[in-house]
């Protein structure tokens, strides 16, 4: 299994980025994923994950500014991030669940078995 996110970069805040995370090496449409992040300095925390039956979770943080969706034609998972605040900056990691038989995702890592790389965002003041 391969995972590989993009998408990151340098935005204002109050702006928007799509992060996307292409998947290889498994049945796509199997597995939950979710979408972590790590800041400088702190550990990183699951913000949304979306579930095999397309069902959605946010961490609060980035509830009503996130969307998470899934592509299952093109193995690909999206993160759309809009009104992007300074404290969005951070290092974004895809990640899937293939081993735990779950129907529903998890925003906790231990729930995911295998990780892209990270792409980083930066959003300035």
């Known amino acids: 299994v391969q995972l590989q996110a993009f998408g990151g970069g340098l935005v204002q805040a109050g702006g928007s980025l799509r992060l996307s995370c292409a998947a290889s090496g498994l049945t796509f449409n199997s597995y939950a994923l979710g979408w972590f992040r790590q800041a400088p300095g702190k550990e990183r925390e699951g913000i949304s994950c979306i579930s095999i039956d397309r069902s959605t979770y946010y961490v609060d943080s980035v509830k009503g500014r996130s969307t998470i969706s899934r592509d299952g034609a093109k193995n690909m998972v999206y993160l759309q991030m809009n009104n992007l605040k300074p404290e969005d900056t951070a290092v974004y990691y895809c990640?899937?669940?293939?081993?735990?038989?779950?129907?529903?995702?998890?925003?906790?890592?231990?729930?995911?078995?295998?990780w892209g790389q990270g792409t980083l965002v930066t959003v300035s003041s």
């Open positions: 990640a899937t669940d293939t081993r735990s038989g779950r129907n529903k995702c998890t925003i906790f890592d231990w729930g995911y078995d295998s």
